[in-house]
């Protein structure tokens, strides 16, 4: 069964730094690799979506990069905002279904 | 984008009571419809997959005689929580694919938060 881990659980930057989210999922046959972004009470936002055959993906001040054989995702934001304050989790999608990511709290400090 | 519409955004109910939630791909067929369920501080789990013109199937540990799921059509999913209790409390999101739309991308609804008092 794929499992998802999404390292650090928690993440406190100032404002302006560049940072990199983690995912790490143990089965690499997977079809795509997505990142979310989470708001408290709110749905999902997708923010990039990558496809098993791509190695990365950008939008605006988001990279996502993919290492499928090594079972691995990061998602690079720069010069970090406080709106940017939220919970980032990363989904896999193997077929029929979506593991998720535990997610990470992302805080930028003011 | 595809865009999913999940109604409604939050409801409170009483204990015992049931209450449906809906979830509507308002530009695309989906084949395939997910309903996720977020405890606090928690990551999404997934409760049930409804593929179009079958039953739903369930992931184990979730009642799916309190969680019913009816996957009307193509643009349509409902999830009925029959005798809410407190412990139903949740934020339930319901997510749509479609393989006809020629990738394998995830489109969520906005959430509902159910509060069971």
């Known amino acids: 069964k794929q499992e998802v881990t999404q390292i650090p659980a928690a993440l406190s930057v100032p404002e302006g730094e560049n940072l990199v989210l983690n995912c790490s999922f143990t089965?690499?046959?997977?079809?795509?690799l997505q990142w979310f972004r989470q708001d408290p009470g709110k749905g999902l936002t997708s923010l990039l979506l990558?496809?098993?055959?791509?190695r990365e993906q950008t939008s605006g001040r988001l990279n996502a990069s993919l290492d499928k054989s090594s079972g691995r995702s990061t998602l690079y934001i720069a010069a970090s905002q406080p709106g940017d304050s939220a919970t980032y989790l990363c989904a896999v999608h193997t077929g029929n279904q979506f593991y998720f990511g535990t997610g990470t709290s992302l805080t930028v400090i003011p | 984008g595809a865009v999913v519409s999940q109604h409604p955004s939050w409801v409170i109910c009483k204990s015992g009571t049931s209450v449906k939630i809906e979830c509507r791909s308002l530009?695309?067929?989906?084949?395939?419809m997910f309903w996720y369920r977020q405890f606090p501080k928690q990551s999404l789990m997934l409760m049930a997959t409804s593929n179009e013109g079958s039953k739903a199937t369930y992931e184990q540990g979730v009642e799916k005689d309190k969680f019913l799921i009816n996957h009307a059509s193509l643009t349509l999913s409902t999830l009925t929580v029959t005798s809410a209790h407190p412990e139903d409390s949740s934020f339930y999101i319901c997510?749509?694919?479609?393989?006809?739309?020629?990738?394998?991308?995830?489109?969520f609804g906005q959430g509902t938060r159910l509060t069971v008092v």
């Open positions: 530009d695309f067929q989906a084949t395939t």
């Open positions: 089965d690499s046959a997977i079809y795509n």
């Open positions: 997510s749509a694919y479609s393989s006809r739309q020629g990738g394998t991308e995830a489109f």
């Open positions: 990558i496809q098993s055959s791509q």
